[in-house]
Structures are given as structure tokens and as C-alpha cells.
């Protein structure tokens, strides 16, 4: 998984995240303002721990 980051002066302003397996690749691109404890919380709800790890050592000011 590839996960790119856009930051603003007081928030992440874009998000890109990229994962390729051998059969499939998943690419997402989301502009604007971000809010990574809810973008965490909806990736524990969908059961994506990676996901959910990345963002929340994101939300609290670690790289990926």
C-alpha cells in the first residue's frame, strides 16, 4: 500500500492511496479538507486495519 499526503498549513488538504495486489489494483484520490480520526474510524467499520493504522499514525503527527 502507497499512501501520499497533501498537507495544508493546519490540516491535510488531499490524500491518495494506492494498493495493487496481483489481480486487482485499488487506486483513491480524495481533495479537500481531511478529517483522519472520522477517515479512521470509517476504515476500522470497513475492516481495513492497514488503512486504519496508516491514518491514525497520521492523525497523530507520525509519516506513513
Same mark, same amino acid.
Given at each position: %500500500?502507497?499512501?501520499? =499526503? ?5 490540516y491535510i488538504? &488531499?490524500?491518495? =492511496? ?6 486487482? @489494483?485499488?487506486?483513491?484520490?480524495? =481533495? #479537500?479538507? !481531511?478529517? !483522519?480520526?472520522? %477517515? @479512521?474510524?470509517? @476504515? &476500522?467499520? !470497513?475492516?481495513?486495519? +492497514? %488503512?486504519? @493504522?496508516? !491514518?491514525?499514525?497520521l492523525e497523530s503527527g #507520525?509519516? +506513513?
Amino acid at each position: %500500500m502507497v499512501v501520499s =499526503v497533501l498537507h495544508g498549513p493546519n490540516y491535510i488538504q &488531499g490524500l491518495m =492511496v494506492m494498493a495493487v495486489e496481483p489481480d486487482e @489494483a485499488t487506486f483513491v484520490n480524495i =481533495v #479537500g479538507e !481531511l478529517n !483522519l480520526s472520522t %477517515m @479512521a474510524q470509517l @476504515a &476500522g467499520e !470497513l475492516h481495513s486495519q +492497514e %488503512m486504519e @493504522a496508516v !491514518l491514525k499514525n497520521l492523525e497523530s503527527g #507520525g509519516g +506513513e
